[in-house]
């Protein structure tokens, strides 16, 4: 089935050490999005590829960074996680910008 | 700011009974969206209503749009105990930027 896959599903990092997370679809979607979700909170867009145009928030901290080598992955980057980076990282898709978007089951992260 | 809000934050019923959502947002949309979150679990999408369309319908779900008071309702009829999730909605500007905004969020809880 064409999916929405998220690895891995929770990650455990120390504070300050470099931690990726990675996306792929097989949907052949061509947008690709990166969200942050805190608990009880809606998702709040990091960054998002159209094909390989990246487009980043104002508001997403330089300690974020993403990578798309192809179609079919995207890649976070964290470069030195806080204490208040521990959240749900979610991964969606779509096939043009701003239709429907399909998400992964997200990875949880935990900064210690 | 958000640019939609949801209206309950939370809202809990029997098992049977109808659910209705409300989301109003700030500014002209070309689409607005309907997503349900199970807890620790990535965004399902639901329904999709473009900008001239007023009612939509799916299975038991109902989406009205009132564009003219910026807002949207989603009506869950013959609620269910799989039902308990949280409900997002989330609109795509009419400049067509390819990002969703999400609201607040419902939390939605049927009782047995």
């Known amino acids: 089935d064409a999916m929405v896959i998220q690895n891995p599903r929770y990650q455990v990092t120390q504070f300050g050490k470099p931690v990726t997370l990675s996306c792929s679809q097989t949907?052949?979607?061509?947008?690709m999005y990166w969200y942050q979700q805190k608990s009880s909170q809606a998702p709040k867009l990091l960054f998002h590829?159209?094909?390989?145009?990246?487009?980043n928030e104002a508001d997403t901290p330089d300690n974020f960074q993403s990578r798309r080598p192809n179609t079919s992955f995207c890649f976070l980057d964290i470069r030195s996680p806080g204490l208040g980076d521990a959240a749900m990282y979610l991964c969606?898709?779509?096939?043009?910008?701003?239709?429907?978007?399909?998400f992964g089951p997200g990875t949880q992260l935990l900064v210690l | 700011s958000q640019q939609g809000e949801e209206d309950p934050q939370a809202l809990s019923i029997q098992e049977g009974e109808n659910a209705t959502m409300n989301c109003s947002y700030k500014?002209?949309?070309?689409?607005l969206q309907w997503y349900r979150q199970n807890s620790g679990r990535g965004l399902v999408h639901l329904i999709l209503?473009?900008?001239?369309?007023r009612e939509k319908h799916s299975g038991r779900l109902r989406v009205t749009l009132d564009t003219s008071k910026k807002s949207s309702s989603l009506l869950i009829t013959a609620s269910r105990a799989a039902d308990t999730a949280s409900y997002f909605c989330?609109?795509?500007?009419?400049?067509?930027?390819?990002?969703?905004?999400f609201g607040t969020g419902t939390r939605l809880t049927i009782i047995p």
């Open positions: 949907l052949n979607h061509n947008v």
């Open positions: 989330a609109t795509e500007g009419s400049f067509g930027n390819e990002k969703l905004t």
């Open positions: 500014t002209s949309i070309n689409n």
């Open positions: 590829y159209y094909d390989k145009d990246f487009n």
């Open positions: 969606a898709t779509s096939l043009t910008a701003g239709e429907t978007q399909y």
């Open positions: 209503i473009r900008s001239n369309e």
